[in-house]
């Protein structure tokens, strides 16, 4: 009788490293060269069915998908600024270039323009609509970015008061006054 | 002025993967919670043509409903074992919006279904493009050659197993003198998206100051 010990190498956490046995069917001998073979055949046949390899290792598996490079799909947006391009499907863009150009000079907004988008829902509803827009002051020609929010509510000007107070006054220190926030 | 070396991200990718304690088996329960998880995405502007529909599952983490969101860049993906949200092309500012789709799906299902997340795995993967630097150069700063005979070494990756998930930098197959990065955490429990998130970020930042890059 024949005994092979394979060791498959890759170690789970905390597990015993997997060790698979095969053992071979004991040779009983052969009369003619003929049948010799054919046991000989059916002997790596069996080892073949024996040693495959264990189909849901999920050690090799993890390992195929870490090393595995992930690529970009052909309907991935191929644009340099994705993110402005993902705003664009929650906001509306009115002027989208000075708007974009305004954002890629000051890109921290945009963190708070995608944090800021489920906090209008929330206060407004689900129909309110967000629009973005750049306004220039004709005092002293600076720049800033206005969320407009159009709501058909009643009470569309107090909710502001509410979106101020429950979420905006403690982020807006981190817009260096350049986002503000406006019921239209 | 940083003497780091610019790291131009050509290609990024976010994955999270949610697993209920035990799969659901029965897939008449998933689809029971749909309306919730619609209704959790309706702020996001999600309309029906954004709900594909599979065929059948072979395995209970096999997706049954995909949700499109925000041009097909973001998905949402459940199976009967849990779900899995994957974004293309993501940065962090993108990450308030990524965390809050990941907390309203999980407590629609957790909330209809009775049950609960109960391991978490976050996934970033970028393909970036080093500048003013050789694949070889910013090799030897970081990782000994490993000597071969034939001197055929192309590039010397690195996998860190840590207690909480993995780091690998490989050559990259996609760009001209380009590294692979793909860092993975994962989180047993009952455990907040926005910490795991932060924790994920932290990593980044770790492993960018370990390689002496700025990812840009």
Redesign the interface.
Known sequence: MYTISSDLGLQAPGKVRDVIKVVWPEHKGSTTETEGKRDAQLDFALLDAIIAYPERDATLRLLDS??K?????L???QSKD??F??LS??YSVRDSVPVKRFLSVH??L??LL??A??RI??TWG?HAKAELQVFSDPEDDSLSLVVYIVSERQDAYQLLDRFDDEWWLSQAGSSDGLLTFAVR | MSNKIKAETK?S?FEYDGWFSDPLFEPLRLYSVLPSVYAGL????ITPADVKYQGGASTPSDALIIFN??????ALNLSMAGFTFKA??V???????IT?IIETTSKALTANLKTEIQSHQLQI?M?LVLHGVSLKDFNKSFAPLAKRPADDTEFNGI?LRTLRG?F?V?K???YEGGI?V?I?QKFEGKTDINEMAKVLNDEEAWLAAALGIEIE
């Open positions: 870490l090393t490079q992930d690529k970009p799909l309907t991935a947006l994705v993110a391009e993902i499907t929650f890109p921290a945009k963190k995608f944090a988008f489920p829902k929330e689900l | 290609f990718h309706k702020p996001l502007n969101l925000a041009k097909n860049q973001y293309d092309a940065d962090w500012s993108q990450a308030p919006i809050n993967a393909q996998v993995f690998l490989d990259s197959e996609l692979f793909r993975t």
